[in-house]
């Protein structure tokens, strides 16, 4: 559990080739952080500057306030699941849960005798890997070799010799994608819930933006080593900051069409293929109020808002469908334009009519309607979003955001939430991008937006942390044995849920392990 | 017409493996008649001398007794080739699978020019260094009687050279286990011992067998260390003494008894670990 800090972090390799640009990111305790973007934006390479499998070139990186940049990998109190799972081939799944365990010498206090010991006793390694080994379901394969485990198997002993290891922060190198699609959301919906369990923090890599998408507290969205954004999903959703991050978040991919934004009065209205479609709604109100005067725009729009009809009306376009893409729930149309322009829109069946059923199909002409409400408005030259707000851009017109701020200690511990600092910081490169930043037109309006968002966000921070009280009540019966450590059998705070729902699934497994125990005598030692 | 195509196919291909196998079988029958030669001699008690039989006149064990009986050095050698090739064996194994993950992980200042210089020296005969070493063990005393010493120091020396075979299977080893060990706890060496020695068994069994192998057939290097002095001999060179003009009829039968008793070791340790030694060598080849 533990606070993450990545301060104008940059990865430069041989002095020439610069993965990651000026990487700043705090990240809150417990928070589950998942950076996104496509091959080669640099998710991986910061992942593993966290991790320590990677020097960081410039910058630093602070994990609960602790600066780990000259750290080894073993000291960070980290966890890792890698992409490819890094099984030991030679080690049983027991033996291969237990390692970490086995290699850790602190001195700490044994959780069964509550002695101080070095590193942890064979009992107690025994009672974490068959509890890691219970929650993962994994039991049963605790004295097979990974090589007789299917992937998912495989990739659920790789979370669990994570999970045995009491770390600050679990670290995610792209863990579904060696697996099928029906694995993948398996999978998906256990990290969920193992994330509930586990209460640490998570760094997530995928380039999947539906993994990203519903696993991430927040999403770090990344682009030939610049952070694009960094925002909730519905904010990525909803107000993607420039037409990288729209295209990149949603599935199919975003419309774009480039065309003329009216104002007439305190109305806008777009010009569409000839025809006038009006800005109403909330979007109409967020151009009034920034004063957005008639300009050529590049309009986004997703193909959930859109409509096809096989009648006209005035602010529908006649499209041509071209493919029909049936998914089940919906159906993915691709339809073309007069002019050629090439449009894909979802359709959910449930709401389609049996003549719009019959009539939606390759080479008929169908008639295309937009919702107002939905459209994004961006610049066509820098591709920023028009309504999002101010930010600090560098040379090459990508965002950068401001550096981490730093907090002293007593602040840290009294809620560990980020606020924005007004003082400059002492490091030389901090200070060039402060300067960068107080240089850019609108930095005041910025600040004060942000100051706004911080507010917004402790606010929800505090609600965060007041439902995970609750949630941590509610589990109280297990945590005091924990916490105080005098119990002679360390019970797992999850077997509430578990004994609740399947007690007999329970003794049978605790049969099975006290089985085990017994084959595997005292102390196991594996296939040695 | 079809099954036609498919017949002619199928009778073509079983003429080329009949062709293959019968020239297989023409090479492995010429390359065994010198071992069987060499076998049915040293139990032909009849004669001590080289003659045209190739079936032995009067079977007996006489031959390798002699050999063990203290009339002559035999056992002197064999008791120096045994310990070279161990000391050897077990100093290559290590310097070779040290030098190979280092190469294979590390990544430091001129590895690729190292790797580069390697490779090139590695073309040249090991014996075009023969007289610089030869000086240089001398100076240190290491030659004549004392030449056992010396081989040692010089084959584990220059045991590096050969990490490639090594290194290739490293390589096929995704750096991801390291990485996940690094991150589980363990230090570099810990992630050497742990994790990618057990893994790297078939080709620490090639290197055994290679390096064990290598000292117990050396001629050219151990008899010039040895300066003709009988107790630096190893079983190469003392057992070519026996073939000079002035010993062979005396002594050429032992002499097929000594080749045998000598690839005795190597036959036993080649049967024990062969299954190992064959996914070594393609391990490290082709695994992906």
């Known amino acids: 559990m533990a606070r993450v800090q990545l301060i104008n972090v940059k990865k430069i390799y041989q002095g020439k080739v610069t993965a990651v640009h000026d990487f700043n990111l705090d990240i809150k305790d417990k928070e589950f952080v998942v950076f996104v973007g496509p091959s080669g934006c640099g998710k991986s390479t910061t992942l593993r500057m966290v991790a320590g499998l990677e020097d960081i070139s410039e910058g630093i990186c602070k994990i609960d306030g602790e600066v780990v940049n000259d750290l080894l990998p073993k000291d960070r109190h980290i966890s890792m699941v890698f992409q490819n799972y890094a099984l030991y081939p030679h080690l049983t799944v027991f033996e291969n849960m237990a390692f970490p365990l086995r290699l850790n010498k602190r001195v700490r206090t044994d959780s069964i005798t509550g002695k101080t010991i070095k590193g942890y006793s064979q009992d107690e390694i025994f009672q974490k890997v068959t509890e890691a080994a219970k929650v993962l379901n994994i039991t049963q394969y605790l004295t097979r070799k990974p090589k007789a485990l299917s992937g998912g198997q495989r990739q659920r002993v790789a979370i669990g010799r994570a999970m045995v290891k009491d770390c600050k922060v679990f670290l995610m190198d792209e863990p579904l994608s060696n ?11 256990e990290i969920i819930l193992l994330r509930k369990r586990i209460q640490t923090t998570f760094i997530y890599v995928t380039h999947d933006q539906t993994e990203a998408m519903t696993l991430g507290d927040r999403i770090v969205c990344m682009r030939d080593g610049f952070i694009m954004q960094v925002g909730t999903p519905t904010e990525l959703f909803e107000m993607p900051d ?17 065309t003329e934004l009216i104002r007439e009065g305190k109305s806008y209205s777009v010009n569409l293929f000839d025809v006038k479609i009006p800005v109403t709604g909330e979007k109409g109100d967020m151009l009034l109020k920034k004063d957005i005067e008639s300009r050529p725009i590049l309009l986004g729009v997703r193909p959930e808002h859109m409509a096809l009809s096989v009648k006209q009306d005035k602010a529908s376009i006649p499209v041509t469908v071209e493919v029909c893409e049936m998914m089940g729930s919906e159906i993915h149309v691709h339809v073309t334009t007069k002019d050629d322009t090439k449009i894909i829109v979802r359709i959910p069946t449930i709401n389609m009519t049996q003549e719009e059923k019959d009539k939606i199909i390759p080479g008929n002409e169908v008639f295309l309607s937009f919702e107002a409400k939905a459209m994004h408005f961006f610049d066509p030259e820098d591709e920023k979003n028009l309504l999002a707000g101010p930010r600090a851009v560098n040379s090459k017109g990508l965002i950068v955001l401001p550096p981490v701020e730093e907090q002293p200690e007593d602040e840290e511990n009294a809620g560990g939430e980020e606020e924005a600092k007004e003082e400059p910081k002492s490091d030389a490169n901090q200070e060039e991008l402060a300067k960068q930043i107080a240089a850019l037109k609108e930095a005041e309006e910025a600040a004060k937006k942000a100051k706004e968002e911080a507010e917004a966000a402790k606010a929800e921070a505090e609600a965060a942390k007041a439902a995970a009280e609750a949630i941590k009540a509610e589990e109280a019966p297990a945590e005091p044995a924990k916490e105080e450590g005098k119990s002679p059998i360390k019970r797992h705070k999850y077997d509430v849920d578990i004994e609740k729902h399947n007690k007999e699934r329970e003794k049978k497994e605790a049969a099975e392990a006290e089985a085990l125990k017994h084959k595997r005598g005292p102390k196991p030692k594996g296939d040695k | 017409m079809a099954t036609k195509k498919l017949a002619s196919l199928s009778g073509r291909r079983r003429a080329g493996n009949i062709a293959s196998y019968i020239g297989l079988t023409l090479i492995s029958i010429i390359w065994i008649i010198p071992f069987i030669f060499l076998v049915l001699q040293s139990f032909d008690v009849a004669t001590t001398s080289l003659t045209g039989n190739v079936w032995p006149q009067k079977w007996g064990f006489d031959n390798f007794i002699f050999l ?131 893994l790297c068994k078939p080709i620490v069994i090639y290197i055994i067998l290679t390096s064990f192998m290598g000292p117990w057939g050396d001629y050219i290097f151990a008899a010039t260390l040895a300066k003709n002095i009988s107790e630096g001999f190893n079983v190469a060179t003392g057992l070519s003494t026996w073939l000079s003009q002035a010993n062979i009829d005396s002594y050429y039968k032992y002499f097929c008894a000594g080749g045998v008793v000598v690839a005795i070791p190597v036959i036993v340790l080649f049967l024990f670990l062969q299954k190992y030694y064959v996914e070594g060598v393609t391990g490290g080849a082709v695994k992906g």
């Open chain 1, 179 to 189: 697996l099928d699609a029906k694995l993948r959301n398996q999978m998906r919906a």
């Open chain 1, 242 to 258: 420039n037409l990288f991050v729209a295209q990149f978040i949603g599935a199919p991919m975003m419309n774009t069409f480039n």
């Open chain 2, 68 to 198: 063990f009986s203290g009339d002559c050095d035999f056992l002197q050698w064999y008791f120096n080739t045994f310990i070279i090739a161990l000391c050897v064996c077990v100093g290559q194994t290590i310097m070779q699978i040290m030098m190979a993950y280092a190469l294979s992980r590390f990544r430091f200042r001129l590895r690729k020019a190292m790797m580069n210089v390697m490779l090139v020296l590695g073309m040249f005969p090991g014996f075009l260094t023969m007289i610089v070493l030869y000086e240089v063990l001398k100076t240190l005393g290491m030659t004549g009687e004392n030449a056992v010493p010396g081989l040692i120091l010089v084959s584990i020396a220059s045991s590096g050279m050969g990490y490639y075979v090594a290194k290739g299977f490293l390589d096929t080893m995704p750096k991801s286990l390291d990485e996940a060990a690094m991150v589980d706890g363990a230090n570099r060496f810990q992630v050497f011992y742990k994790v990618i020695m057990p």
